[in-house]
């Protein structure tokens, strides 16, 4: 009998989060199912790690018969604990993080909790998928996710994925999906500007504030591709090498 695929189900709005619950019911129906999460949202964390104080990993029963862990630290300290930890240096065939509250995509894959718990999957060679919904809310419905969810793990599952490589995948929110689309990230960027307000003792704090703004025309992008109702799958990469400089950088002179 073949042995059922093990499964890492992480994410970075914490491990009672409904968009976690969505994806470990998703993968029970594909593997074993283990799940590592902080134990209070981590959103925009990025790939930030704990090294001033001590991190806690506590085993905890929310959901029967699931093996479930609740880590204090950030979403890749989850991946970390969980390959060094639990799994004791053996990889899981598979790592999944999300589905987010909010979509990744485009400059957000460099915010990114989710994503970056998926890098770090990618980082120790499981291959590894971000699943993001565009819905903030506590209420999303991710029902029409979950084909979609299914289907590109067991690709994953069968095909492998390029080396140092992960998917980025956004669901537009609607119930109304047309397809999957292979995409590029999108030239875009948020706008900010901070919100001055004055605490009881007249001091200024600041709220992060801002508008997504789309440079990119492109019919191939992740943005058109959820504009237009469709999953985007961008193929993700953490070696950040612009392999097309080099050649530039080696023409200069250098007077020393």
Same mark, same amino acid.
């Given at each position: 009998?073949?042995? $059922? &695929? ?15 619950? #969505? ?7 594909i593997?074993?199912v /283990? ?8 959103s925009?964390m990025g ?5 001033? $104080? ?19 630290g950030?979403? /890749? ?15 899981p ?10 979509l990744?995509n485009?400059? %957000?894959?460099l915010y ?32 029409h996710c ?9 690709q994953?599952?069968? %095909?492998?994925? &390029?080396?140092?490589?992960l998917?980025n995948?956004?669901?537009?929110n609607?119930?109304h999906?047309k397809g999957?689309?292979?995409c590029?990230q #999108?030239n875009a960027k948020?706008?900010e ?6 605490? &009881?003792h007249?001091?200024s704090?600041y709220?992060?504030t801002g508008?997504?703004? %789309? %440079? ?15 999953v985007?799958?961008?193929p ?7 392999h097309h ?11 020393v």
């Amino acid at each position: 009998m073949k042995t $059922k &695929p093990t499964i890492l189900v992480v994410n970075d709005d914490g491990i009672t989060a409904p968009g976690i619950k #969505a994806l470990m019911d998703a993968m029970r129906d594909i593997g074993h199912v /283990v799940v590592v999460a902080p134990d209070s949202p981590q959103s925009g964390m990025g790939h930030a790690i704990t090294i001033g $104080k001590p991190l806690r990993l506590d085993k905890v029963d929310i959901y029967p018969g699931i093996e479930m862990y609740r880590c204090s630290g950030t979403p /890749v300290d989850c991946v970390k604990l969980a390959v060094n930890v639990i799994f004791k240096g053996k990889k899981p065939d598979l790592c999944v993080s999300g589905i987010n509250h909010g979509l990744n995509n485009s400059i %957000n894959v460099l915010y990114s909790g989710t994503m970056s718990a998926a890098v770090e999957g990618a980082i120790e060679s499981i291959p590894s998928i971000g699943f993001s919904l565009d819905d903030f809310t506590l209420q999303a419905d991710f029902s029409h996710c979950v084909k979609y969810i299914k289907e590109l793990a067991l690709q994953v599952l069968q %095909n492998g994925l &390029p080396t140092a490589t992960l998917l980025n995948v956004n669901f537009p929110n609607t119930a109304h999906i047309k397809g999957i689309k292979i995409c590029r990230q #999108a030239n875009a960027k948020w706008a900010e500007e901070f919100d001055e307000r004055l605490d &009881p003792h007249k001091r200024s704090y600041y709220w992060l504030t801002g508008v997504f703004q %789309n %440079n990119d025309q492109g019919e191939d992008t992740d943005v058109w591709a959820l504009e237009h109702n469709y999953v985007s799958v961008v193929p993700v990469q953490f070696d950040l090498t612009a392999h097309h400089a080099i050649p530039v950088l080696n023409g200069w002179k250098f007077n020393v």
